[in-house]
């Protein structure tokens, strides 16, 4: 697959990229971040806070660092990083947004055990040392190593709060392959007609693939208007998080979607980064690529896929609101078990803390540090 490089330092490494690398939007990832925070332990809530407001002027600069310095707007700061081209870390931390667990579309809507997927991705972490797996436990390293200094820190926990985000993303975690073809989590999977993403203030964004339709969380929400100078400087207005906060309460409080994530979330068999991945990848196969018409391969490499919806754009998002809500609903609350374990005066002995445990002891995992 033309999307893995070999090797290469997290620290050090300068390299161009083989293709765009995308992510939840703005809106999506702020969200998560924004339902942690309601349900956040005060004591967490105080020292998360304090460190988004250490300053960072490298990667990005002190504008960009102070304009997300809250829970919210700091789940956007992996993001707006990427618009610093002549940062060289950059591009290799850009590679910490996703994990191309491959599927084969005789594989689409197949049931397939979580040992099989598991060994799928185990094949990959190796083949690609850095990615969301391996910087989201590096940043949790780094948060609870007490010798590293409050800047790395400060650079982890917006890494944290940004890639729980992304793996909820079911495309961060699956690239759909064959011998001609590999659609880099979506990317490739072109639309036969753009679809319109209605934004906060009455504007459209038009998307044109697969990917970019999932990170705008298919449309289930208001998105913010794409302004290539505001992202650079993570300039969010009020209206915007304010909108945020409303979407953060219902969600919190709707019974149903609460009820079942929270049986998700407590399930102590599968809270770990490599099962929260593996959970992802699987609505990738069943929920994903499922209900779309894909164009018949020909020709010894295919650049795109052409589709289109079996039922239309309208039938398959409907069918789907539930999801993409649940899956933002259960990245905010693992999201705030895992700095309520880091961070609460007495964290309570669970799964969560195991977790951190395991990575800190872990040798194979070493801590991000990019200062």
């Known amino acids: 697959m033309n999307r893995y490089i070999k090797s290469f330092s997290i620290f050090l490494a300068c390299f161009a990229l ?156 699956v690239s759909l392959v064959d011998e001609n073809f590999e659609d880099a989590g979506g990317n490739k999977i072109i639309f036969l007609d753009k679809i319109n993403i209605t934004n906060i203030d009455g504007s459209v964004n038009q998307v044109n693939n697969l990917h970019s339709l999932w990170d705008s969380s298919l449309a289930v929400y208001l998105q913010f208007p794409y302004n290539k100078s505001d992202i650079k400087i993570g300039k969010f207005t009020d209206e915007q998080k304010n909108l945020n906060e409303i979407y953060a309460k219902n969600l919190i409080e709707d019974k149903e979607l609460m009820e079942l994530a929270l049986k998700e979330i407590s399930d102590v068999d599968n809270q770990n980064v490599e099962n929260w991945v593996i959970e992802s990848h699987k609505l990738a196969i069943k929920s994903v690529y499922t209900d779309l018409i894909l164009a018949n391969d020909s020709g010894e490499h295919i650049a795109n896929i052409k589709t289109s919806f079996v039922k239309g754009w309208r039938d398959y998002q409907s069918q789907r609101k539930m999801l993409m809500q649940l899956q933002i609903l259960k990245a905010g609350l693992r999201l705030k078990m895992l700095l309520d374990a880091m961070y609460a005066e007495s964290p309570n002995r669970n799964v969560y803390r195991q977790l951190i445990e395991e990575i800190l002891n872990d040798p194979e995992v070493k801590a991000l540090r990019v200062n």
Not at 133 to 152: G, W, Y
């Open 18 to 173: 083989h293709a765009q690398v995308f992510a939840f939007w703005d809106q999506s990832h702020q969200l998560v971040a924004k339902v942690a925070e309601k349900k956040l332990n005060k004591e967490s809530l105080s020292k998360v806070q304090k460190l988004l407001n250490v300053n960072i002027l490298y990667p990005g600069n002190a504008l960009l660092s102070q304009n997300t310095n809250s829970i919210d707007t700091a789940a956007s700061w992996a993001d707006s990083i990427k618009s610093y081209y002549n940062q060289p870390i950059n591009k290799t931390l850009s590679l910490c947004h996703y994990t191309d667990i491959p599927l084969k579309k005789n594989d689409i809507n197949i049931d397939k055990s979580d040992e099989a997927i598991m060994e799928l991705l185990m094949e990959e972490l190796k083949k690609v040392p850095y990615n969301s797996v391996s910087c989201l436990k590096s940043a949790i390293k780094t948060l609870n190593t007490p010798s590293e200094s409050d800047l790395n820190k400060a650079i982890a926990l917006r890494f944290v709060l940004h890639i729980m985000g992304d793996i909820a993303q079911p495309l961060h975690n």
